[in-house]
T-cell receptor, first 111, second 112 residues
Framework: GDSVTQMEGPVTLSEEAFLTINCTYT??????LFWYVQYPGEGLQLLLK???ADDKGSNKGFEATYRKETTSFHLEKGSVQVSDSAVYFC??????????WGAGTKLIIKP | EADIYQTPRYLVIGTGKKITLECSQT?????MYWYQQDPGMELHLIHY???????EKGDLSSESTVSRIRTEHFPLTLESARPSHTSQYLC???????????FGPGTRLTVL
């Protein structure tokens, strides 16, 4: 079945460092892809999404490009801040509209 | 900003008690979902609904039940809480055509 694999955390970076969180997927069809973020003690918020190959989602300085050839949707940010510390989840949406979730990657940004 | 609400935010309760976790959304979304999540870990779908009077079990076996009598309301009930039910419960909703899921703040349940 469909699945999502994320890089294991925690990922620890210094402020202003470049961030990449890897996400790869397996799917039989043409899923939509999502990144959600969960700040400490809160629910999940949609960060960005892409609905077809080569689409780039972007929000709050974060970007991810839907790469069908490598079945990837890696999350990037050029300069992270302490406030970016959170858990990041990659997900894909199947044709039946259910979300398949990655295990989450905890990001820790040190000042 | 998504308008989806969950109450209570935190609940500590003894074994054997019946509890209902509330979830309401004001966006008129047809689809609603319940997930179980240990803090910072993967989400597991336990129930979903595609509309009024429609409920289905998700991938993770759960002893909870749900109902969907009104579009905006999707409560989850545990008839007899056990320590193994200790977790965070997240409610979400979505609507075609985008079907983007919007999440509530969650209920953190502790069963003693």
């Amino acid at each position: 079945g469909d699945s999502v694999t994320q890089m294991e955390g925690p990922v620890t970076l210094s402020e202003e460092a470049f961030l990449t969180i890897n996400c790869t997927y397996t799917a039989t069809g043409y899923p939509s892809l999502f990144w959600y973020v969960q700040y400490p003690g809160e629910g999940l918020q949609l960060l960005l999404k892409a609905t077809k190959a080569d689409d780039k989602g972007s929000n709050k300085g974060f970007e991810a490009t839907y790469r069908k050839e490598t079945t990837s949707f890696h999350l990037e940010k050029g300069s992270v801040q302490v406030s970016d510390s959170a858990v990041y989840f990659c997900a894909l949406r199947e044709s039946n509209y259910q979300l398949i979730w990655g295990a989450g990657t905890k990001l820790i940004i040190k000042p | 900003e998504a308008d989806i609400y969950q109450t209570p935010r935190y609940l500590v309760i003894g074994t054997g008690k019946k509890i209902t976790l509330e979830c309401s959304q004001t966006m008129g979304h047809d689809k609603m979902y319940w997930y179980q999540q240990d803090p910072g870990m993967e989400l597991h779908l336990i129930h979903y609904s595609y509309g009024v009077n429609s409920t289905e079990k998700g991938d993770l076996s759960s002893e909870s039940t749900v109902s969907r009598i009104r579009t905006e309301h999707f409560p989850l009930t545990l008839e007899s809480a056990r320590p193994s039910h200790t977790s965070q419960y997240l409610c979400a909703s979505s609507q075609v055509p985008t079907d983007t899921q919007y999440f509530g703040p969650g209920t953190r349940l502790t069963v003693l």
